[in-house]
């Protein structure tokens, strides 16, 4: 729970308390507010907790990987050995099984990152390192698994039981490198959309009533197929084709800067990682 955000609230209460207004608005309201709060960072924490949760499994997972593929490079050294084989043909089986719940645990941790993303955008990014790192070596594994496999042929250790399961492993190791990929792709994409007030504001990316109250941007049901999708890690640039332009999404200042390319404007991205660490949408007002 964010006890500097609740401390003030709590405070509040009991300052209120003190003087005993319990029947007055300005009690009902703060004990309203200390509600919401307790319940927004109860559910952040559920959240948080799952995907740790998550993490642990993989981890678990990868260092059984790493002890059944260290007991097999000892078992197919002991030549005509029916436990030995037996041995290698139980726990190949186990590490593609393992392997195979990998996969699906890691496209699980995107779906909840992405999941929160909208709601702690720095955070989000953190976690897709961690989820880089977890598919990065998911490959790796898949990789070693099919390297074992050839070197148990080498040896001619038959393993008939495993010749389905091989083939099998083979297709598994093909999905799961479109699965990296697709997950990688995912974490990488960044989207932005350029254009007129009027423009942005039909597609409920930016409401603003008067001229007085401020614009709020990506609020509410906004039209994301409106957006353009990139590649955030090679993407360093984005012409917006207006003579004016103002980025309305918030960027650090210094991760970015408005260039002017044959009097045009153009965003050009000087920090891609502080850049889009804050949002994965850029919103930028246009005035042709």
């Not at 059944?68 to 002991?78: G, R």
Request: aromatic share 6%; proline share 2%; with cysteine.
């Amino acid at each position: 729970m964010n006890m500097k955000k609740l401390f003030p609230i709590v405070a509040a209460i009991l300052l209120l308390a003190a003087c005993k207004p319990e029947n007055s608005e300005a009690y009902k309201n703060l004990l309203s507010a200390n509600d919401s709060l307790a319940q927004v960072n109860s559910t952040q924490e559920k959240a948080l907790n799952d995907y740790l949760q998550v993490i642990n499994e993989i981890n678990a997972n990868f260092a059984s990987i790493s002890e059944k593929h260290t007991a097999i490079q000892q078992d197919k050294e002991l030549k005509n050995n029916k436990e030995a084989t037996t041995r290698i043909q139980e726990n190949m089986r186990n590490i593609m099984q393992m392997l195979v719940q990998n996969k699906e645990k890691i496209a699980e941790l995107n779906r909840l990152n992405q999941a929160q993303a909208s709601k702690n955008a720095k955070q989000a990014a953190e976690f897709e390192k961690t989820i880089s790192r977890l598919s990065a070596e998911l490959e790796e594994k898949t990789n070693m698994v099919i390297s074992m496999q050839k070197q148990l042929d080498e040896k001619d250790i038959q393993i008939f039981e495993l010749d389905k399961a091989y083939g099998t492993a083979m297709q598994e190791n093909t999905e799961m490198r479109e699965t990296v990929s697709q997950i990688t792709e995912e974490l990488n994409a960044g989207y932005y959309v350029f254009g007129t007030i009027k423009e942005l504001k039909a597609q409920r990316i930016v409401s603003k009533s008067n001229i007085f109250t401020p614009t709020k941007v990506l609020q509410g049901d906004f039209n994301q197929s409106y957006f353009v999708k990139i590649n955030t890690k090679t993407t360093v640039e984005i012409p917006v084709f207006s003579k004016k332009a103002k980025v309305l999404t918030k960027h650090p200042l210094t991760s970015y800067e408005i260039a002017t390319v044959n009097a045009s404007k153009v965003i050009r991205i000087k920090n891609p990682e502080a850049f889009w660490g804050v949002s994965k949408y850029l919103v930028v007002e246009t005035n042709n």
